[in-house]
């Protein structure tokens, strides 16, 4: 099979590109950059560029049976600093991506939606697939546009397509510097020594799943066949953040000086996904337990980044 990473130098694309290598598949990595911890892996092509230069993205696809759409340009606070932005360059490049799909002939799309804000504040929980969307920042409405945008290019040119709605993804490869992944930048100041901030009284409950366990259902959308096309992936479990402070604790044997701020109108109290229909129709669960994730994450953060290989 030959594939298209869009977004092959981030943090979930760079285990995605190391996996579908290992399954001997044909790579195209296409982006602004490649992964500045790993570089691009050998025996996978890089092709730099933006989403928006569709001449270029057009180019990347050919010969491509599946493509991973994995680029987004805003976070979900973010988001609503700038919602035209936020439009322009996710949701009106992504549809001229489908557009360009359609025209080079590729089977399959699989996109990476998002677990949390699709959905909004929930109503019950844990959340089903079938659970009303009402998204609070412009992330999670561009998110389900896309998702209705991808349905609508399946009904009029047959295009198939899986989306995956991710819960909070971490460990290794993600910028611990960066303005998202909690674990990640949590167990990164415990190693400079730093205080961690958190907003809210620590009481904020996500789903937190391990990326290699998000790479076997990357894995199984791009094969199974299957009626349905939206799926929950996450670990199915609601943690809190004091509890993931804890659990930090222990892998790190350090007790991390915590200074809480007030509480951000975009962070609902708690999202736990019901991963059910994935389990059911893909044949997909996790395996990685949160403390075992926690403690690969923060081995790999300890090693000299010249040297850093996923765990």
């Not at 996109?111 to 504040?121: H, K, Q």
């Not at 953040?241 to 962070?267: F, G, K, N």
Request: a negative charge.
């Amino acid at each position: 099979m030959k594939s298209l990473v869009i977004g092959g130098g981030g943090f979930i694309g760079t285990h995605l590109v190391e996996r579908l290598l290992e399954r001997d598949h044909s790579v195209r990595i296409y982006g602004r950059n490649p992964n500045r911890f790993r570089g691009t892996p050998a025996g996978a092509e890089f092709v730099e560029g933006e989403l928006g230069n569709h001449g270029l993205v057009r180019g990347a696809l050919d010969g491509v049976e599946v493509v991973f759409h994995l680029v987004s340009t805003t976070l979900p606070k973010t988001s609503n600093d700038d919602p035209i932005f936020d439009v322009r360059s996710n949701l009106v490049d992504t549809i001229q991506l489908l557009e360009a799909c359609v025209e080079a002939g590729v089977r399959k799309v699989i996109f990476p939606s998002s677990g949390g804000t699709v959905y909004g504040p929930p109503e019950f929980l844990p959340v089903t697939e079938g659970h009303p969307k009402e998204p609070i920042s412009s992330y999670g409405i561009v998110k389900l546009a896309i998702e209705k945008y991808l349905n609508l290019f399946h009904h009029l040119h047959g295009l198939d397509y899986t989306t995956l709605r991710i819960s909070n993804a971490y460990g290794p490869y993600q910028d611990p510097a960066g303005q998202q992944g909690v674990i990640s930048v949590f167990l990164e100041r415990v190693r400079e020594g730093r205080s961690i901030t958190v907003w809210g009284d620590g009481g904020v409950i996500r789903d937190y799943l391990y990326v290699s366990d998000l790479m076997d259902a990357m894995e199984l959308a791009a094969e199974v066949e299957t009626e349905h096309r939206v799926f929950n992936v996450g670990s199915g479990r609601g943690v809190s953040v004091d509890e993931i402070l804890d659990l930090i604790s222990q892998a790190t044997r350090e007790s991390p000086d915590v200074e809480y701020l007030p509480a951000r109108a975009l962070d609902v109290p708690a999202s736990v996904l019901d991963i059910g229909l994935a389990e059911r129709e893909l044949g997909w669960r996790p395996r990685t337990k949160l403390s075992e994730g926690i403690a690969r994450t923060w081995a790999w953060l300890r090693t000299p980044p010249s040297s850093r290989e996923t765990t």
